[in-house]
């Protein structure tokens, strides 16, 4: 019966890391799909660390306003313009400019996402809280395997 036991465990373990693997495999698939195609959010990391996001075609209007929202609100807060050293995301309670506070931004995130009716969207939200990022279907090749892996499991955990 111990026998029965231990083999029924390591086939369910063995079907599970081949589903695992065969995620990754589609994962790794949709990456160099993806890479390179202007169509999709596009983001590179360079030698020293640093990040640069390159928006899809499509969304640069999108962000285009909300870069110019941003700009307004920065300058009805300080009376000036944005400047190259200024934060785009700034602290809105600051009397100078500052960054927003990672921190205080997550909690106010978190706070929304509780008060969410839609259990799919409070489910993201509180992920995006969790993790510091947001996984979706136009983004994921952007992430690593375990970084989607991580997130979707977070947004499973949250609809439990």
Do not use: W
Request: aromatic share 6%; net charge neutral; charged share 30%.
């Amino acid at each position: 019966m111990a026998g029965k036991k231990k083999d029924a465990k390591q086939r369910r373990r063995a079907k599970r890391l081949a589903e695992r693997a065969e995620r990754f495999e589609r994962h790794a698939a949709l990456v160099n799909q993806r890479a390179g195609d202007r169509r999709f959010v596009q983001r590179v990391t360079d030698a020293q660390g640093r990040v640069t996001v390159t928006p899809a075609e499509s969304e640069g209007p999108q962000i285009t306003d909300a870069l110019r929202q941003q700009a307004e609100l920065f300058r009805a807060k300080f009376g000036r313009e944005m400047g190259p050293g200024d934060p785009v995301f700034f602290d809105p309670d600051a009397d100078e400019p500052a960054p927003v506070d990672a921190g205080k931004m997550m909690a106010e995130i978190r706070q929304e996402a509780e008060r969410m009716t839609d259990p799919q969207m409070r489910a993201y939200l509180l992920a995006f809280a969790e993790c510091g990022y947001m996984v979706t279907e136009a983004n994921q090749h952007t992430f690593s395997a375990h970084e989607v892996e991580a997130f979707t499991g977070t947004v499973e955990r949250h609809l439990g």
